[in-house]
């Protein structure tokens, strides 16, 4: 099993900067995809960034230059670096850890943008 903990949210001004980290356990963590999705109060959750086990990074095309998905793998450590945050970025933030059909979530962390 894989437990997946989120930090790094908190309350900034819109044009700000946060940088979400992602711990997952596990010994074979590089083998893993994984995704930071959002959810604000009343909307769905939606996925912000990805990045397979090969690199290959995609975003939300509201987060598109703004936001960076990285990882590494020797800390088990996933990243989301965000920039020029805007009050719409609000949201629960939440990480993904998958491998195949297998899919493990954390808790959140929640970022407020507001001034």
């Known amino acids: 099993q894989v437990q997946v903990v989120e930090s790094g949210g908190g309350l900034v001004q819109p044009g700000g900067s946060l940088r979400l980290s992602c711990a997952a356990s596990?010994?074979?963590?590089?083998?893993?995809?994984m995704g930071w999705y959002r959810q604000a109060p009343g909307k769905q959750r939606e996925l912000v960034a990805h990045i397979t086990s090969g690199d290959r990074k995609n975003y939300a095309d509201s987060v598109k230059g703004r936001f960076t998905i990285s990882r590494e793998n020797a800390k088990n450590t996933a990243y989301l670096q965000m920039n020029s945050l805007k009050p719409e970025d609000t949201a629960g933030y939440y990480c993904?850890?998958?491998?195949?059909?297998?899919?493990?979530w954390g808790q959140g962390t929640q970022v407020t943008v507001s001034s």
């Open positions: 993904k850890a998958q491998l195949a059909s297998l899919n493990y």
């Open positions: 596990g010994s074979i963590f590089r083998r893993y995809d």
